[in-house]
């Protein structure tokens, strides 16, 4: 585990699922009505509970965020974000990458919750580069964390050991030195 930003950020590879924070954020798509990797797990995790509640939200557009209880997760609660779908980096990818992390971190504000943990979004099933992704998860969380109280805690949990290698390379670049 690396921290940084005076303990305002964590980077740790786990299993999403596993994490006891205030809310943990799900790689949703459109619908919010569930879907594969991290989707499916955070799914599964929660029972079907989760997939009731998810129900009534109407779905959710790329870039948007909504928030749920966490049911059977030791999280309290989900925010489920859409990113882009990549399509090479001419369909304003990044800025609706950027704000699916930003409606994230506002709805985790509103709430007052002191922390969140963020799966790599768009990297997996949908395609973005990780290392761009990367960067922009680490500017957004730097820009919030410098403007905003709330939440107290970001936690970027990576789910493979490439991935975690990325970000703390990216950190570096972003929050400067651990600590
Ligand atoms: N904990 C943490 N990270 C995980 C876990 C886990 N349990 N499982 C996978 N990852 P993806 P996307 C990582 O494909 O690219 C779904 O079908 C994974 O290694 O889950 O945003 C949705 O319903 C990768 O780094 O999400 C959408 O249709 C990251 O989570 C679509 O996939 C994101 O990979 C969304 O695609």
Known sequence: MARFLGGRVELIRADITTLEVDAIVNAANSS???????DGAIHRAAGPR??????TLGGARPGEAKLTAGYDLPARHVIHAVGPVWRGGGADEDA???RAYRRSLELAARASLDSI?????????YG????????IAHETARAWLEANEYPR??????????DLDVHEAVAAEVFGPPG
């Open 32 to 38: 919010l009505l569930g879907g594969g990797g991290v």
């Open 50 to 55: 989760l997939l009731e509640e998810c129900r």
């Open 96 to 98: 609706t990458l950027e």
């Open 117 to 125: 943990a963020f799966p790599s979004i768009s990297t997996g099933i």
């Open 128 to 135: 973005f580069p990780l290392e761009r992704a990367t960067r």
């Open 153 to 162: 805690l970001v936690v970027f949990c990576t789910f493979s050991e490439r």
